[in-house]
């Protein structure tokens, strides 16, 4: 019988093993009102010691195993997946940044569309300069290479920015309208009110200018640009106002404008390179004034210079009479000390032309100015070679296909 036992002793405690967990189970599954009797106490008492190491070596099984052969390089694997937590929350930042300014390029897109009759230059501030002292300026990163002026309004989608103060070959300073040398004409929104907005130095407040006592205003009212002051166009927002202070006297009432545009915040601007009253203006330069009695003076009426000649196509008044084109003045010799004679060709009918000074002898006549368009009907005369004046005792020269005479001597025949 040892001899079986010996040969079937592991399958033995195998089922001793297994029908021990039963016994307990059936032990602690009785009421508790019923009293446990000898035989259970002593079971229970048997067993009590086994249940308690089984379970201290399960646990400690256990325990080593998911503390120490589970966790084998999980130094390694934590650190790697810190790593791709820093990367992937770099990325969300980096998303974030794209996806704000995706919606503020959005937004300026919007605004340049619906003024199609501007042209705008997008830029981006690379540089702040709000000193409550001195300028409060920010740079942009487009300047004269790029079509930037002097005097340009700079604009975001919430309403004006600015104006450009200075102008370099890639970069320009804006003028703020925080800044206190800087005014804008506005006008309420609802009741089309003007006044002039002024910066205060504080990028976050602005003051009311000359708006009058009885202009129909109220706290919470839009200013917007009027278009008066010849560098904004109009309609663009400025601000709303507050703490408005009207008294029983005096000419103004007083308010204070908050921007529209937060200045602190600016990243992306536009610059308004064709504002309507620029674009309206005619590419052609106007005429410059001609002093009269120049050559080609356009005044009505003035004179022309001798010899000039009409502009193709012009067409002369009806019913205007026709002058020579020049007319020769001569003097006639006479004694030494004596004025000399002056004659003067006929002029315009009902009309004397200008009488020069006594010529010299030996000078040239000039000739009279004449009309640059002869009269209607009538053909132009040609213009007479000027006329010679005799010295004192000379002959004069005949005139053309007559014989020249030789002067006599006094008291000689014929």
Same mark, same amino acid.
């Given at each position: ?30 009421r ?62 980096q998303?974030?940044q ?10 300026l ?113 839009l ?27 005096g ?37 410059q ?28 008044a ?14 006639a010799?006479?004694?030494?000390? $004596? @004025?000399?004679?002056?004659a003067? %060709? &006929?002029?315009?009918?009902? +009309?004397?032309? !200008?009488? *020069? #000074?006594? /010529?010299? =002898?030996g ?20 213009a ?6 005799? $010295? @004192?005792?000379?002959?004069?020269? %005949? &005139?053309?296909?007559?014989? +020249?005479?030789? !002067?006599? *001597? #006094?008291? /000689?025949? =014929?």
């Open positions: 019988m040892f001899g079986l036992l010996k040969r079937y002793r592991e399958l033995l405690l195998i089922a001793v093993l297994l029908l021990l967990p039963l016994v307990v189970y059936f032990a602690h599954a009785r508790q009102a019923e009293q446990l009797s000898r035989f259970d106490r002593t079971l229970l008492w048997l067993t009590s010691p086994v249940e308690k190491g089984i379970h201290w070596a399960v646990s400690g099984v256990q325990r080593g195993w998911y503390g120490y052969v589970a966790l084998r390089h999980a130094h390694q694997k934590a650190d790697a997946l810190q790593r791709r937590l820093d990367l992937y929350e770099l990325e969300r930042q998303l974030l794209e996806r704000s300014e995706n919606g503020r390029l959005h937004a897109l919007g605004m340049a569309e619906t003024s199609p009759e501007r042209r705008y230059q997008g830029a981006r501030v690379v540089g702040v300069r709000l000193d409550p002292k001195g300028l409060q300026l920010v740079t942009i990163d487009r300047g004269a290479d790029d079509g930037i002026a002097r005097m340009m309004p700079v604009v975001v989608a919430k309403g004006v920015v600015g104006r450009v103060h200075a102008v370099t070959a890639s970069s320009a300073d804006v003028l703020v309208l925080s800044d206190r040398n800087s005014s804008i004409a506005s006008r309420v929104e609802r009741s089309r009110a003007r006044a002039n907005v002024r910066g205060t130095g504080e990028p976050w407040s602005c003051r009311l200018d000359y708006a009058l006592r009885a202009e129909d205003m109220v706290e919470g009212d200013l917007v640009t009027s278009g008066t002051d010849g560098v904004y166009p109009r309609g663009l927002p400025v601000g709303r106002v507050t703490h408005l202070k009207r008294t029983g006297y000419l103004y009432q007083y308010a204070e404008v908050v921007p529209a545009v937060e200045l602190t915040k600016l990243e992306e601007v536009l610059v308004i390179t064709s504002p309507i009253d620029r674009a309206e203006e005619s590419a052609e330069p106007p005429p004034p001609v002093a009269a009695g120049a050559p080609g003076s356009p005044i009505p009426g003035a004179p022309p210079t001798p010899g000039a000649t009409p502009a193709p196509g012009a067409t002369p009806p019913g205007a009479a026709a002058q020579p084109p020049a007319s020769a003045t001569a003097a010799a006479g004694p030494a000390g $004596a @004025a000399s004679p002056t003067t %060709a &006929p002029g315009p009918a009902g +009309a004397a032309g !200008p009488t *020069p #000074a006594p /010529a010299s =002898p000078a040239v006549a000039p000739a009279p100015r004449a009309s640059p368009t002869p009269a209607a009907g009538l053909a132009p005369a040609r007479p070679a000027p006329v010679r004046v005799p $010295a @004192a005792g000379a002959a004069s020269p %005949a &005139p053309p296909g007559v014989a +020249a005479q030789t !002067p006599r *001597p #006094a008291g /000689a025949r =014929p």
